[in-house]
Structures are given as structure tokens and as C-alpha cells.
């Protein structure tokens, strides 16, 4: 599995891990109930600690994106809709503040950032 970790990202490792996760398990690249790498497999592979992988699993598993069976290993769990809905929701909302804080730092308006937001709702049609 392919994840790249970023020193320069102020997201903590094991968060990174947990996103790009999550982020395979959404786009279908991980199918329900593929098994994951083990924690250590993943570790040496992304060249973290063990302890810093054992968490970003802990947490994909509290957030329902995997389940772990004991001396089996960890798996990619069922995901229903709304669980999908709700994670991309979450990644909009951040994406969206965050470019709201680059625009009202160059000094666009919160009227001027809605009415651009409009504009691009109905370029797209309303899809």
C-alpha cells in the first residue's frame, strides 16, 4: 500500500496515515474486507514507528473504516452510505475553510466568498 508521509505537513503522522486510509477505502482502491498490512509491515514500509501506525489503525477502527479479528490482522470494514456521505462532507467543510482563510486574508469578504461559492454551484449545474 502506497502511503507518503510528509514531515512538512503539520497534520501528526499518524493522522496522515488515517486520511490517506481512509481517503483508498472511499475511492474503492481498498475493497470491504481486504486485508490491511500489518502494523509492523506498515511501519517499516512508511518508516514511522509501530506505535504511530497501532494508532492511526486504532483510529481507522474507531471511525468504523476498518475492523481487526485477533491473530488475523486488520481488514477494511462494510461502509454504508451514509458513512461515505458524512466523511466527504467533513473533507468539503475543511477544504472550504481553508480556502476561505487564504481568500479573507488576501481580503475577500465572507458576502464576496458566498456569492463565488454560488458562481461555481451553478457552473456545475447543481450536480
Do not use: C
Not at 470494514?77 to 479573507?104: G, N, V, Y
Request: proline residues 5%.
Amino acid at each position: 500500500m502506497i502511503i507518503n508521509l510528509s514531515p512538512q505537513n503539520p497534520a501528526p503522522l499518524y493522522q496522515q496515515i488515517v486520511e490517506q486510509i481512509k481517503a483508498k477505502i472511499i475511492a474503492g482502491e481498498l475493497k470491504t474486507h481486504e486485508p490491511l498490512p500489518s502494523i509492523r509491515q506498515l511501519a517499516k514500509e512508511v518508516t514511522t514507528s509501530v506505535i504511530t501506525t497501532k494508532r492511526a489503525y486504532e483510529e481507522l477502527e474507531r471511525e468504523g473504516f476498518i475492523y481487526t479479528r485477533a491473530g488475523m490482522g486488520s481488514f477494511v470494514s462494510t461502509l454504508d452510505k451514509e458513512a461515505q456521505k458524512k466523511e466527504a462532507l467533513d473533507k468539503l467543510t475543511t477544504r472550504i475553510h481553508s480556502a476561505l482563510e487564504d481568500a479573507m486574508s488576501l481580503g475577500v469578504t465572507p458576502n464576496e466568498a458566498a456569492k463565488a461559492f454560488q458562481k461555481v454551484l451553478k457552473l456545475m449545474g447543481g450536480k
